[in-house]
């Protein structure tokens, strides 16, 4: 896969963050850490879970805040799935695969879809955002749990 790794994912997010004139503060770098290493999206509790590991101090209702903020400032995105939202980063332009039941998904790299995307863009005159597209489906594990009769 031509990802960035979570070093330069953190540095792009952080100039961003440094355009708006955003403070480093210790929740922010963590939360930012986070996300960028993470492979697909988190839940707050899931963000929460990975700092508390290590810096305890950090409490839910602080990454909460931290999230909303980085939704605000157009460095997260939220996975567009009705159940609990989960986040990401906004650097690589994405469309997302989802199960409609349980909210497992994957990343597919926008290019990839390129003439498809183009063709929205056209069609509609829509300026997508970086994770402007979702597919949904049932995955593996919902589909052998519940066959759709
Ligand atoms: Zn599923
Ligand atoms: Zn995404």
Redesign the pocket.
């Known amino acids: 896969m031509n990802r960035t790794s979570g070093g330069s994912r953190t540095e792009l997010a952080w100039r961003l963050l440094a355009g708006v004139g955003a403070r480093r503060t210790q929740a922010r770098v963590l939360v930012v850490e986070v996300l960028a290493r993470a492979s697909g999206h988190l839940s707050v509790a899931a963000i929460h879970q990975q700092i508390a590991a290590t810096r305890p101090e950090i409490n839910v209702s602080t990454v909460h805040r931290t999230v909303a903020f980085l939704l605000e400032q157009g460095v997260a995105h939220v996975l567009p799935w009705p159940g609990e939202a989960q986040y990401g980063l906004n650097d690589s332009p994405h469309v997302h695969a989802i199960?409609e039941?349980?909210?497992?998904h994957v990343e597919l790299p926008a290019d990839d879809l390129g003439s498809a995307v183009a063709a929205a863009q056209r069609s509609s005159d829509l300026d997508l955002g970086p994770a402007g597209l979702a597919l949904f489906g049932?995955?593996a594990?919902?589909r052998s749990r519940r066959p759709s009769g």
């Open positions: 199960c039941e349980c909210g497992a049932r995955c594990g919902c």
